[in-house]
């Protein structure tokens, strides 16, 4: 999903391995880093000036950001489907 795509305003990310939590207004990470970039790499920047982020050209993917509002969406949406 695009940046551009995303549903709500306002873009709410945890973590559960750094305990980190933010709320970011979407126009603003819009415009730094345009709507074209997927959740995917923006949880990279985002988690840029983590301490325990480790460099992912290593091929693990240390980060464990997650977007708690499409979780719970995607959630929601599951539930209906079965009904």
């Known amino acids: ?14 973590c559960g391995k750094c305990v980190r939590q933010g709320r970011y207004k979407k ?3 819009i415009e730094r880093f345009g709507g ?3 959740v995917s790499d923006l949880r990279w920047k985002i988690a ?3 301490s325990k982020a480790i460099d992912r050209q290593l091929g693990a993917d240390p980060c464990g950001i997650v ?3 499409l979780l719970e969406r995607y959630r ?6 079965e009904g």
């Open 27 to 29: 126009q603003t990470l």
């Open 1 to 14: 999903m695009r940046l551009a795509d995303y549903p709500f305003d306002v873009v709410n990310v945890s």
């Open 67 to 69: 977007y708690p509002d």
């Open 76 to 81: 929601a949406e599951k539930a209906v489907e």
């Open 36 to 38: 074209a970039i997927t």
């Open 48 to 50: 840029a000036d983590c």
